[in-house]
């Protein structure tokens, strides 16, 4: 039995059998998983805003170096056409569709896929800045017919704060924008528009403000996202590690690098998002980790603390990078590629064997060190 236990492999066998079933592999962690149910698309690694905090864009993001390198994920960005061709391949199997980037409408045929995902009868989701969504005319109309179940728009604080991170006008841009997407929605239920608002030192204190105007707007949510970030420590044992494992020169979660904000920051985060809960019920606001105060104190303070200590992303929800690449792990978190949408089908490459390595890696460490500040274990996805 290789060194497995009777209990493990008993484990192992069930969860096969329930896997085929009902999708359960990621309880089980079975080098294979379940159907492909959910699929998330970066149409690209372009964006026209460049926010400090972002791993792209930020203050060490990626993007502006891959880009001047010529990198792959860049100058071989997937066609409209090919990604047509994925999906006709996951039609009937694949029920979600999430689409972000960098900022998802910064190609102008974001629009198309949305619409042939939908004609496939696919739901779909996207993250977006806002700023971009009525570049042409008849956007807004078109994302409003096609089979859009949410649409997450990104405000950063009220509009100085979000101005200074997101560039002068930017949030008229984007209000102004929603307000008029929102009104051809008309009675219906769907899209739900929620706010993402990544906490960040700006909005302390004025956390009350984003739901203000998230209401004004006409939003039906918002959504704080505590910060995700690494220090210079973690970022270094994490790239050994995934050396160690599969051999790779990876250093991603350099871009995640930022000043570690600390305990007392902590509190003060968590404090201040459980009074605006409090203080909006019943409308929906939610905080992502939902961590009361000494767990914030640790997460802002503490690159071992983790919320959870294992990640099922592997068994349920790949990322199609704009290069091909298909990898299991958002955010340049894990680079690891299970394989090319060129080269092989994605259901093929699911179950292939790179995928099978990593979710075996993965299991026997629970997690990488930079997993700890990954949305992948502090936000439950729901597109
Ligand atoms: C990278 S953006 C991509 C989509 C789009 N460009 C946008 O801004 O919404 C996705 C989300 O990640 C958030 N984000 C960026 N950097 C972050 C960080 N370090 N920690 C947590 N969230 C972050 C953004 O605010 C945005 O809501
Ligand atoms: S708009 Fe989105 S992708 Fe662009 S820099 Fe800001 S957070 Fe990053
Ligand atoms: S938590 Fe780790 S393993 Fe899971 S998706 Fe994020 S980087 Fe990948």
């Not at 009777?6 to 079933?21: F, K, P, S, Y």
């Not at 989701?125 to 806002?130: A, D, L, Q, V, W």
């Not at 090319?340 to 099978?356: C, F, M, S, T, Y």
């Not at 990593?358 to 729901?382: H, M, Q, S, T, W």
Request: net charge neutral.
């Amino acid at each position: 039995m290789d060194g497995m236990s009777l209990r493990e492999a008993r484990t192992r066998v069930i969860g096969r059998g329930l896997r085929a079933r009902d999708g359960l592999s990621h309880l089980f962690r079975t080098p294979e998983a379940g159907p492909l149910r959910t699929l998330n698309i970066e149409m690209t690694i372009l964006c026209n805003l460049r926010c400090p905090m972002c791993w792209w864009y930020g203050t060490n993001g990626v993007a502006p170096t891959l880009i001047r390198n010529g990198d792959p994920l860049w100058s071989k960005q997937l066609t409209k056409d090919e990604i047509f061709r994925i999906l006709d391949g996951v039609r009937g199997e694949v029920e979600h569709l999430h689409l972000s980037g960098a900022e998802t409408f910064a190609r102008a045929d974001t629009i198309e896929v949305l619409e042939y995902a939908s004609r496939l009868g696919m739901t779909c989701s996207f993250t977006t800045n806002g700023t971009l969504l009525d570049s042409r005319p008849g956007w807004l109309e078109r994302i409003a017919a096609a089979r859009v179940r949410t649409i997450v728009v990104s405000i950063d604080g009220p509009e100085d704060v979000h101005d200074a991170i997101r560039g002068q006008g930017m949030f008229r841009k984007t209000t102004e924008t929603i307000r008029r997407l929102i009104a051809l929605r008309g009675d219906r239920t769907t899209p739900l528009f929620a706010v993402n608002s990544t906490v960040t030192s700006g909005i302390l204190g004025r956390m009350n403000e984003v739901v203000e105007t998230a209401r004004s707007v006409g939003f039906d949510e918002v959504r704080f996202q505590h910060l995700w970030f690494a220090d210079p420590a973690t970022a270094l044992v994490h790239a050994q590690a995934l050396k160690a494992d599969f051999g790779i020169e990876d250093h991603g979660a350099d871009a995640h690098v930022m000043p570690v904000p600390g305990a007392e920051y902590g509190r003060r985060v968590a404090r201040e998002l459980r009074e605006v809960q409090r203080r909006n019920f019943p409308y929906r606001v939610d905080v992502r980790p939902n961590l009361n105060e000494e767990q914030a104190a640790r997460y802002y303070s503490d690159l071992n603390y983790s919320v959870v200590g294992h990640c099922s992303r592997p068994w349920g929800n790949p990322t199609i990078k704009a290069s091909g690449e298909v990898v299991f792990c958002p955010d340049q978190w894990i680079s690891y590629s299970i394989g090319n949408v060129r080269d092989a089908p994605i259901e093929q490459l699911w179950n292939g064997d790179k995928a099978r390595t990593f979710r075996e890696k993965l299991d026997a460490r629970g997690l990488y060190p930079g997993c700890v500040r990954c949305c992948a274990i502090n936000v439950d996805f729901r597109g």
